[in-house]
Structures are given as structure tokens and as C-alpha cells.
């Protein structure tokens, strides 16, 4: 083989290599252009939960129950309340979330969840997820939502 066929040969070679490296950064999952999952965790927009309410004089107790869907079984699931004494009182249910130490089953695992609090009947309850505003959707039925 000569010089020139040679190095026909590895600039052929490189221009192959260079499409397969490009055709393969931009994968996607699907023919929707969905990027492939870089591992990043999604967060879900609202959570549907259930919304008691026992009344002394006015003011009562509020427990709100329901499940959060977390990447793995080994992250854990915390929760805050924070009442602004203002009329209605003003509720935030913070719900943090943190990722479990060592090798876990990458399986999507349901966290059960009991929050309560002392506030009137109208007090407007919100919420958050690490941070990030999630909306409080009420069952109507009050089933579904178990330990």
C-alpha cells in the first residue's frame, strides 16, 4: 500500500469515529427529541393528599397525610410547618428530601407522609418540595392515600 491510500484510510477512519461521537452525544430516549435521563431527579408539580380537620372553639387541629414518589427507597422524607400568626393564619408545609448513603435499588419508592398542625379552619395552607412550590391537591373520597 502506498503513503497516499494510507492515509486516505485514517482520515476516512477519524471522519467515521467523529459522525459515531456526534450521533451518540445527542441521543434521545425517544422520537419526541426527550433528552436521555442524565440523572437528574424530577419533581412532581402537586402531591394529592388528604385534609382532616377536628374543631375546638374555633380553632382546631389539621393533619394532612398523603405519599411522596421518591427515586429510591433509601432517600428520606422530611417535614416542617411554619404558622404565621396573621388572621386566617398563613400554613407552609415544607417537604425536603435527601438522597440515602451506600448502594441502593434504583426503584421509584412511595414515602408515607402525616403533617399537623394547630391553626383556624380557614388558615391557608401551602406548601413546598426542596424548596420549590408544590400545590396541595384535596381527595374528595379520602382513599387511596395509606401508609
Same mark, same amino acid.
Given at each position: 500500500m502506498s503513503n497516499k491510500t494510507v492515509i486516505?484510510?485514517?482520515i476516512g477512519l477519524i471522519i467515521i469515529g467523529g459522525l459515531v461521537w456526534w =450521533? #451518540? =452525544?445527542s441521543k434521545t430516549d425517544n422520537d419526541t427529541g426527550t433528552p436521555v435521563s442524565t440523572g437528574q431527579e424530577t419533581q412532581p408539580q402537586s402531591i394529592t393528599?388528604?385534609?382532616?380537620? *377536628?374543631?375546638?372553639a374555633g380553632v382546631g387541629a389539621h393533619t394532612i397525610e398523603g405519599t411522596l414518589t421518591l427515586p429510591t427507597p433509601c432517600h428520606? #422524607? @422530611?417535614?416542617?410547618?411554619?404558622? @404565621?400568626?396573621?388572621?386566617?393564619? *398563613?400554613v407552609l408545609i415544607k417537604f425536603t428530601t435527601k438522597a440515602g448513603e451506600g448502594i441502593c435499588t434504583q426503584v421509584l419508592a412511595d414515602k408515607f407522609f402525616r403533617v399537623s398542625f394547630? @391553626? =383556624?379552619k380557614d388558615a391557608l395552607i401551602t406548601?413546598? #418540595?426542596?424548596g420549590k412550590v408544590i400545590t396541595l391537591v384535596y381527595s374528595e373520597t379520602k382513599e387511596?392515600?395509606?401508609k
Amino acid at each position: 500500500m502506498s503513503n497516499k491510500t494510507v492515509i486516505g484510510i485514517i482520515i476516512g477512519l477519524i471522519i467515521i469515529g467523529g459522525l459515531v461521537w456526534w =450521533s #451518540l =452525544s445527542s441521543k434521545t430516549d425517544n422520537d419526541t427529541g426527550t433528552p436521555v435521563s442524565t440523572g437528574q431527579e424530577t419533581q412532581p408539580q402537586s402531591i394529592t393528599v388528604n385534609h382532616y380537620f *377536628q374543631e375546638n372553639a374555633g380553632v382546631g387541629a389539621h393533619t394532612i397525610e398523603g405519599t411522596l414518589t421518591l427515586p429510591t427507597p433509601c432517600h428520606s #422524607l @422530611a417535614s416542617d410547618v411554619m404558622v @404565621a400568626e396573621s388572621m386566617p393564619e *398563613q400554613v407552609l408545609i415544607k417537604f425536603t428530601t435527601k438522597a440515602g448513603e451506600g448502594i441502593c435499588t434504583q426503584v421509584l419508592a412511595d414515602k408515607f407522609f402525616r403533617v399537623s398542625f394547630t @391553626a =383556624s379552619k380557614d388558615a391557608l395552607i401551602t406548601a413546598t #418540595l426542596n424548596g420549590k412550590v408544590i400545590t396541595l391537591v384535596y381527595s374528595e373520597t379520602k382513599e387511596g392515600i395509606t401508609k
